[in-house]
């Protein structure tokens, strides 16, 4: 490693240092605000601190009710990603096709191009097909984007590991079948939990396509923002969003280790 | 690996499954077919289907007597898009999509910067993820997190009152076009909170770049008589410039078509992704929905024509 030879300057240190603090200072910001006895404005620093909200986030239904739609939405799309992304990631790197190319593209698309394309998009169809809105909807919508997390991760595994194991595996007399339950399944198992915890967090907190696509119904990032225009019990919504922090933060932290863990071998 | 084979059972020769696999496996086209058909029926077709929907779409228009979408073909919604009301959200939405590009490109610098080129490996492990920590979650939570930081009460003013200088904060927003009565409802609040929000797609692209200038070069650079800082100009700099076109896909392409953004912060002018939720939304003006959000989709693709022409995709 050339870097271990030379110092880094300390303005650049500072200004690294600087965008770091920059990039998580509103996480801590909405942690604090999370225990304070303030429920009209968003005084700073709080008057006081109290663990009351908590308790009263936890007795609103229509939280609970717009948490269980939220996870709902996240498992399901989570593991159509998983079952897809493994798929294409699958064809696109045992077989050569012609087109094989635009399927990384066509993966990467959907959240390559803002989120209102995907919304307006699936609307369009929606309304043209006189489809709707239904919990499939947002299943859908959630998918066209979480597709690309697990494929990244499992075809970046492929490359890694060759091809040498599968045909030593299929010499040995396997079937395909079993080639895949105990060859290729047991290598891309991280690369399939990291990219599923991605997809899972990509999900969770997904507001601009799911607006488009869930009509009445609430996912929980839905209700935070309506809270946004319509505050009742600000500090509620604080709280809320410390949770949805948290749901999101851990599973990334765990898709990075894993991925972090395997490059190391 | 070794190991897990031993679990695999024995199998009769003319097992179901294995006359399934023989089957499949003389036929690859079969099995690209069955690999392909799922994510295709999504991408493909879900996917690119209702993006055509939308270009249908945004040719129909609304019959302002009856308020139904007249499905047929029609450029009225397209002469309404490029009325001078709509065409100043979309000056103000591509303005504000190039200051942030510009911003997130000269704050993410500095920081791939020392990534690439000083951090120890675990110091670079450290701060690729908290990096990846904020481009990948709870995007919602962080800009509702602003809405209370820029708050006339909240922690900005507070901090400006510290130390005494409110005058400048002030003097900062009553600036024409920028200001506003408070942070968080001023356009130089939405500019702020798009910067920090696509930062991370910013650092991560120019670090990818600067990780592939091989140091070779840098010291050939030094042997050849040329200083730091002349390297710096001459040889990382524009090596790297890749990294920044490709992180800017991503800051413009994502400024263009946000609602909650400058729903959150913003006054009553709106931005694109506003506009297109509003006339979806509450007036049922969908064509002209669509029609604004193919703007996007074609300002993206001149971008993207001229990032390829500067070598962003090897930067991805």
């Known amino acids: 490693m050339h870097s271990e030879s030379q110092r880094a300057p300390w303005l650049l240190k500072l200004a690294t240092a600087a965008v770091i603090v920059f990039l998580h200072f509103p996480a801590v910001i909405i942690i604090l605000y999370a225990f304070t006895t303030d429920d009209r404005t968003f005084t700073f620093p709080p008057p006081g601190l109290t663990l009351q909200w908590f308790g009263v986030a936890l007795q609103r239904s229509d939280m609970w009710e717009a948490f269980g739609l939220s996870l709902r939405v996240a498992v399901i799309a989570t593991g159509a990603a998983l079952i897809l992304g493994t798929l294409a990631a699958s064809a696109v790197h045992r077989s050569k096709f012609f087109g094989r190319e635009a399927i990384s593209f066509l993966v990467i698309l959907p959240i390559a191009l803002p989120g209102i394309v995907t919304g307006i998009a699936l609307r369009s169809a929606m309304s043209l097909g006189n489809i709707p809105f239904s919990f499939l909807t947002i299943i859908i919508g959630h998918a066209t984007f979480c597709v690309v997390t697990v494929y990244n991760n499992v075809i970046a595994r492929y490359r890694r590991t060759g091809k040498s194991q599968v045909e030593a595996s299929m010499d040995l007399g396997a079937t395909s079948f079993q080639t895949f339950r105990f060859v290729v399944l047991p290598n891309i198992a991280t690369a399939l939990l990291a990219g599923g915890m991605l997809a899972f967090a990509l999900s969770f907190d997904e507001v601009i396509v799911t607006t488009f696509t869930a009509g009445q119904q609430m996912t929980l990032p839905i209700w935070i923002f309506s809270q946004l225009t319509r505050p009742r019990q600000r500090p509620v919504t604080n709280v809320v969003a410390v949770f949805v922090l948290l749901i999101t933060f851990i599973p990334i932290i765990i898709a990075h280790r894993l991925t972090q863990d395997t490059s190391a071998e | ?316």
């Open chain 2, 1 to 316: 690996m070794a190991t897990t084979t031993s679990h695999v059972p024995a199998q009769p020769p003319d097992s179901f499954w294995r006359r399934l696999s023989t089957f499949l496996y003389q036929r690859p086209w079969l099995i690209l077919l069955l690999l392909l058909g799922p994510p295709l029926l999504l991408l493909g077709v879900v996917y690119l289907g209702s993006l055509i929907t939308l270009l249908i779409n945004s040719f129909f228009y609304l019959d302002g007597f009856t308020g139904q979408i007249v499905r047929s073909f029609s450029l009225r919604t397209y002469a309404e898009l490029f009325t001078p009301a709509n065409l100043e959200i979309i000056q103000r939405t591509v303005s504000m999509a190039a200051a942030v590009t510009i911003a997130d490109s000269l704050l993410a610098f500095p920081v791939a910067y020392f990534m690439a080129r000083f951090a120890s490996t675990r110091a670079k492990t450290g701060l690729y993820l908290a990096v990846l920590l904020p481009l990948w979650s709870s995007y919602l939570v962080r800009v509702y997190s602003w809405k209370l930081i820029l708050a006339q009460e909240g922690i900005v003013s507070w901090f400006f009152h510290f130390f005494g200088i409110q005058g400048v904060l002030d003097a900062l927003l009553t600036l024409p076009r920028i200001g506003g009565t408070s942070l968080s409802v001023s356009p130089l609040g939405i500019f702020i909170v798009f910067t920090y929000t696509w930062l991370p797609y910013m650092i991560l692209p120019i670090a990818a770049a600067l990780e592939r200038v091989p140091q070779s070069v840098i010291e050939a650079s030094g042997d050849l008589g040329a200083r730091p800082g002349t390297t710096f100009w001459r040889i990382t700099l524009p090596l790297a410039f890749p990294g920044v076109v490709a992180g800017s896909i991503f800051s413009f392409s994502l400024t263009l078509g946000d609602f909650i953004i400058p729903g959150t912060l913003g006054n009553s002018s709106y931005y694109l992704g506003q506009a297109v939720l509003a006339h979806q939304g509450t007036s049922g003006n969908l064509p002209l929905a669509a029609a604004f959000t193919v703007i996007p989709i074609v300002v993206m693709l001149l971008y993207l024509s001229g990032a390829k022409r500067l070598g962003a995709f090897d930067a991805l």
